[in-house]
């Protein structure tokens, strides 16, 4: 049996009925995620930020360096927790100088503090994200520099846990779709939305699956 207390169980018993995909999903058995459930929001959209156009190991150099930037404080209710990643305010008010000296790039320097900024100001209000629909987070995140429609779509994927997302403009998700249907190239996005019609409602374990098709 490969359902229990999964975080996608019902997904993957739904799925694993569907004539393209469960064969993969029974073989292959429960799926778990390539990186960790995130933290918070801001925590999330930064490191997104950092990893962009990085091979994984140079960026999670950079991120530790970034981190690094605030010595942890004791007194502060987050230390407690263990958690030392910045807060908005404290991105805001560090000099760029510091950031690139921690390896970042003056643009995606630039880009963190944008994201501080609307975070800051409630551009960007995580409360409100229960309440708004997968297209509608994808408009409100889209509004920082340098986070474009691929980044707002794994943040839904993987920090919200939203269940339907299927971003077509991933290459992985693109030639995962190739393998499974046998095309002879990779389709395009309506072809892709057409295909996974079946799947409506559990495409986040979808596209899972199809990430770990490629691996295999």
């Known amino acids: 049996m490969i359902v229990g207390m999964h975080p996608h169980a019902a997904s993957i018993k739904y ?12 073989r292959h058995g429960p799926i778990k995620h390539r990186r960790a459930h995130a933290k918070d929001a801001f925590q999330s959209l930064a490191e997104a930020v950092v990893y962009q156009q990085l ?21 502060s209710p987050k230390a407690s ?13 560090i000099k760029i100088e510091k950031l690139r ?21 409630g551009t960007i209000n995580p409360k409100l994200f229960s309440r708004m629909s997968d297209a509608e987070i994808v408009e409100h995140v889209t509004a920082v520099k340098g986070i474009g429609e691929w980044t707002a779509q794994m943040f839904l994927m993987f920090t ?8 077509t403009g991933d290459l992985g998700i693109q030639k ?16 892709m939305e057409k295909l996974a019609a079946p799947w409506k409602g559990h495409r986040t374990v979808a596209c899972m699956y199809l990430w770990r098709l490629l691996d295999e």
């Open 15 to 26: 799925l694993s009925r569907d004539k393209h995909l469960g064969a993969f999903i029974k």
């Open 55 to 75: 091979s994984g190991k140079a960026a999670a150099t950079i991120l530790k360096r970034f981190v690094a930037l605030w010595p942890k404080n004791p007194t």
């Open 176 to 191: 995962g779709f190739q393998k499974l249907f046998a095309l002879k190239q990779k389709p395009s996005p309506e072809r």
């Open 160 to 167: 919200l846990a939203r269940p339907d997302v299927l971003p």
């Open 81 to 93: 927790k263990g958690k030392t990643f910045p807060s908005p305010e404290q991105v805001l008010k």
């Open 101 to 121: 000296a921690a390896g970042l790039s003056g643009q995606k320097a630039s880009y963190l503090k944008d994201l501080a900024a609307k975070f800051k100001d």
